[in-house]
């Protein structure tokens, strides 16, 4: 292990604000940043004389903790934001920040209510999809979501969907596939997910089984993204239909009782 060096360094500005989610307020508020610390980590991991200069290479890091208060409600909370130089840099967003919260952020919970219709088995997988989320475990989440994907897949008969590949003359041609791609353009088909949803979900390259294999990171507004349209399709299959159930028979009661 090389030398390691410790430091305190400018970080965000006491008494500017920051936008983030207030759990009290129920939505995104500014929060004015009462009090930081960043500490900057950097360990020399090699030296080299380069025209006669001694250069020496690194790896770098830092976590800043924060203390917010929300300008909307008044109520306290705390961030960390952390950055490492050897993290995968992404090719859209550049270098990735990592953000945890204290209490964590409760915007990208689902409703329990909102389960209650939702069949047990995928209920119990969507729940951990969601705790993977809003622990950071980002790959987790991913592996979560795609065995969501197959369980709604399952539920609904759907075992694979018309995908188009380029053939050996260079045209594109459909082919049936009963991969995770084949599955999505399966409930496209019928009629279960929106032409436009199915391309999104199909274009997230950590739900490729190549980028899960590799366990590479996906970016947290991915998984977000594909956690919406998955609740969407929660809801229409699900609730929705349960809810259309609730109003008829309430308002064969009314009649009943008129
Ligand atoms: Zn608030």
């Not at 090699?46 to 008044?74: K, P």
Request: with cysteine.
């Amino acid at each position: 292990m090389g030398e390691i060096t410790k430091k305190i360094v400018d970080g965000h500005v006491e008494g500017s604000a920051i936008k983030s989610y207030c759990n009290e307020c129920g939505a995104d508020r500014n929060h004015t940043i009462l009090k930081s610390i960043r500490i900057y980590v950097s360990e020399v991991v090699a030296r080299e004389m380069i025209n006669d200069n001694l250069c020496e290479h690194t790896v770098d890091g830092s976590n800043e903790y924060l203390t917010l208060q929300c300008m909307g409600c008044e109520d306290i909370s705390f961030m960390r934001e952390h950055w490492f130089s050897e993290d995968e840099h992404d090719p859209y967003y550049g270098t990735v920040l990592h953000h945890k919260f204290y209490p964590p952020r409760s915007n990208n919970l689902l409703n329990g209510d909102k389960l209650d219709s939702v069949p047990i088995n995928l209920k119990g997988i969507y729940s951990e999809v969601v705790d993977c989320f809003n622990n950071s475990s980002f790959i987790l989440c991913a592996v979560g979501l795609r065995t969501l994907i197959e369980g709604i897949c399952s539920e609904q008969g759907v075992d694979g969907g018309n995908v188009f590949h380029k053939n050996d003359e260079g045209e594109t041609k459909p082919v049936r596939s009963s991969n995770l791609d084949g599955k999505i353009e399966g409930l496209h088909e019928k009629g279960i997910l929106t032409k436009n949803h199915a391309e999104i979900l199909n274009t997230h390259r950590f739900l490729g089984n190549e980028a899960v294999h590799q366990l590479r990171a996906p970016h947290k507004n991915e998984l977000e993204t594909a956690i919406n349209i998955l609740e969407h399709l929660i809801d229409s299959l699900y609730v929705i239909p349960q809810k259309g159930i609730a109003l008829k028979e309430m308002m064969t009661k009314r009649k009943k009782t008129n």
